[in-house]
């Protein structure tokens, strides 16, 4: 978790996103602990209410769950949750402004689908060869 | 209060001994260097001093920064202003007391130097020993009375440095003005000098007592000024 | 902790520092206050240490006036640019009389960060350096651990290093004693990131008060097509716009904004935000030669 966090975007949100992502890479798996509020913002030298308010986001979506005293685990079914998560977001955050971008460049579509077919079959060969 | 005063003299304290010493230490070793040139001059030179002068034109000067040095530190500190003005009312008694004992330690090592290598051109002497003309008056009477003069002019210095403090230059010369403008009017005049008479020793009407009033005049003064003070020093502007 | 304003105005010989200013802060939180210079910043947090009177209105701290009031300013450390300390005590002598007016006051703490700050106990005050300055001015305001500690711009002449420095000692401070701390700055990109709440004045007035994170819910940066822009902002609250080539860009703020279509959105950071807010619009100076 060393990403730089940006500038035109609430910080809590990217500290969500950043647990997300760790948790659909597997980075973090389930029943794992995952950093306190303190050790975030000691480490992105954020206030730690706002950590919190990244971290309760989470709660709320039944991604992470509390441990009174403990600490804060990853949920059985976070990464499912996740994952329906992002696939929803994925028309709007990257096919849609793909799209835009190849209208504006005058990309036809024949060309835009085979692209992604080949890019589809190296990503698997490459799987493979790892 | 007892805890805040503590702190108001704690604060005195530790800005205020490293001066009184230095100035104590110069004054003792500017003595010396005139002893041993009188001295090395054999008989063609006279000397007779007097410490009191000195000492009293310090303590004019230390007054008058004195106010700065510890009002606007204190109060950032948190101290309540009337804990400031009685602290310093209690701190001008100690520092009188200090000085006294500095100012006779420093007559009688002198004296003892004199006296050890029989000096007889150099005269050395404090108020105490200046009984000449004064019958009547012993030498308790006048210790007694160089305390009183320490804190007589270090208040009114302190006084005088707390109205430019608090009021600016201008202003603080400005309410100056009628104090000085009372002693052009001959009956008010009069009666200014025959109280001063009361502090002047030597005088039919002296009595230590006197000095309560002029004191008790400072210390109500410096309430008045300080009570809804600024730490702001007007003069400066810092 | 409860710091509350009512109608709070300080007026000085020739300017009105504060004008009826009504704000409450509270709780144990990092509150950024912020303000063009001249905004009454400083003099807000002069009052709030007890160093001079208000001309008018309340200003109270735990329902208690915070002037001459010694159960109440001995809980407040105030730490400002410059005259802190006497010029001549050496930096020993201000941490042991520091330690005797602050209650709190964490003696190995204040060595721990003299240490990291790298500052040798027996220089005096008028000999250390601006950022040096800065730096003990650091360690008293963090060592007081009083209950209101409260930074006006504490870094002067402090470096990009020992500035990071700082930040990290400040939240680490902040988590194992949570107490009430004010930081004014203007240095916004550096620290915006440790504010819970943000405060700015403007011409000694409350402009705004947020959560920090509610600011980026507040505002919203659109930008696209000039005519779709144009369109879409009629009417609302812009508080800053460019264009160039056709296309715009705007900052909308404290307005409900959906279905912003094919506009691109974004979010500004809290520095452009305060810029947005309190810059005055140049006209352009025309040298008369060319009038």
């Not at chain 2, 100012?103 to 002497?125: C, K, M, P, R, T």
Request: net charge negative.
């Amino acid at each position: 978790m060393t990403e730089r966090l940006k500038e035109d975007q609430p910080i809590f949100q990217q500290i969500a996103e950043l647990i997300e992502t760790n948790i659909i890479e597997n980075e973090l798996k389930a029943n794992d602990r995952i950093p306190s509020t303190n050790e975030f913002a000691k480490h992105y030298q954020i206030n730690p209410a706002t950590a919190a308010k990244g971290i309760n986001l989470l709660v709320d979506q039944h991604i992470i769950f509390k441990k009174r005293g403990v600490g804060m685990f990853v949920t059985e079914e976070a990464k499912q949750i996740v994952l329906k998560k992002r696939k929803d977001q994925f028309y709007d955050q990257y096919v849609k402004p793909m799209l835009q971008e190849a209208e504006r460049i005058e990309l036809k579509e024949e060309q835009l689908s085979t692209w992604i077919k080949e890019a589809f079959q190296n990503g698997n060969e490459s799987n493979k060869l790892n | 209060m007892f805890h805040q005063v503590k702190l108001n003299l704690y604060y005195f304290f530790k800005t205020s001994w490293m001066t009184i010493l230095s100035f104590w230490f110069i004054f003792l070793a500017s003595v010396l260097v005139l002893l041993i040139m009188t001295v090395s001059l054999g008989g063609e030179m006279e000397f007779s001093g007097f410490n009191t002068f000195p000492s009293l034109i310090f303590t004019m000067i230390y007054g008058s920064i004195f106010f700065r040095e510890t009002f606007p530190h204190v109060i950032k500190f948190g101290l309540s202003r009337l804990s400031y003005t009685i602290s310093l009312v209690i701190y001008l008694f100690l520092f009188a007391i200090v000085m006294i004992i500095l100012s006779q330690l420093v007559i009688q090592f002198i004296g003892l130097i004199i006296d050890l290598f029989a000096i007889e051109n150099f005269q050395f002497i404090g108020i105490n020993q200046m009984s000449n003309g004064l019958t009547n008056i012993g030498e308790w009477d006048l210790i007694i009375y160089e305390a009183m003069l320490y804190f007589l002019v270090f208040g009114i210095s302190l006084l005088i440095s707390s109205v430019f403090f608090r009021f600016g230059f201008k202003l603080g010369a400005v309410l100056f003005i009628p104090v000085i403008a009372l002693f052009f009017f001959q009956s008010i005049a009069e009666n200014i000098f025959k109280g001063l008479s009361y502090l002047g020793i030597g005088h039919a009407n002296y009595t230590v007592y006197a000095f309560i009033v002029p004191l008790a005049m400072i210390a109500i003064l410096l309430w008045l000024l300080t009570k809804n003070a600024s730490v702001i020093d007007k003069v400066s502007n810092k | 902790m409860e710091m509350k304003a009512t109608n709070l105005t300080k007026r000085y010989a020739h300017k009105k520092a504060l004008d009826d200013l009504t704000l409450t802060l509270n709780g144990e939180k990092i509150i950024g206050l912020l303000g063009k210079n001249g905004a009454g910043k400083t003099t807000l947090m002069r009052m709030l240490a007890g160093h001079f009177p208000a001309t008018d209105g309340r200003l109270t701290i735990n329902d208690k006036a915070p002037f001459d009031h010694f159960p109440v300013t001995k809980d407040i450390c105030l730490i400002m640019e410059s005259h802190n300390f006497h010029e001549k005590f050496k930096v020993k002598d201000v941490l042991n009389i520091s330690a005797k007016f602050h209650p709190n006051w964490d003696m190995d703490y204040a060595k721990y960060l003299r240490k990291s700050f790298r500052l040798e106990e027996k220089q005096k005050v008028k000999t250390l350096s601006k950022g040096m300055y800065s730096a003990l001015g650091i360690i008293v305001g963090l060592a007081s651990l009083s209950p209101i500690t409260i930074f006006d711009e504490p870094y002067i002449g402090l470096d990009a290093s020992f500035r990071s420095m700082f930040y990290d000692l400040l939240l680490e401070s902040y988590q194992h004693n949570p107490r009430l701390i004010i930081l004014s700055t203007h240095l916004i990109d550096e620290v915006s990131k440790l504010f819970e709440e943000v405060v700015i004045l403007h011409d000694g007035k409350l402009m705004l008060h947020e959560k920090a994170d509610d600011l980026a819910d507040k505002h919203i940066l659109l930008s696209g097509n000039k005519e779709e822009i144009d369109q879409f902002a009629a009417s609302k609250n812009i508080i800053h716009e460019s264009s160039m080539l056709g296309q715009k860009t705007i900052v909308l703020y404290d307005e409900e904004v959906s279905d912003t279509g094919d506009l691109s959105v974004s979010k500004a950071s809290l520095q452009e935000l305060f810029v947005y807010l309190t810059k005055e619009e140049v006209n352009g100076y025309v040298p008369s030669s060319e009038a």
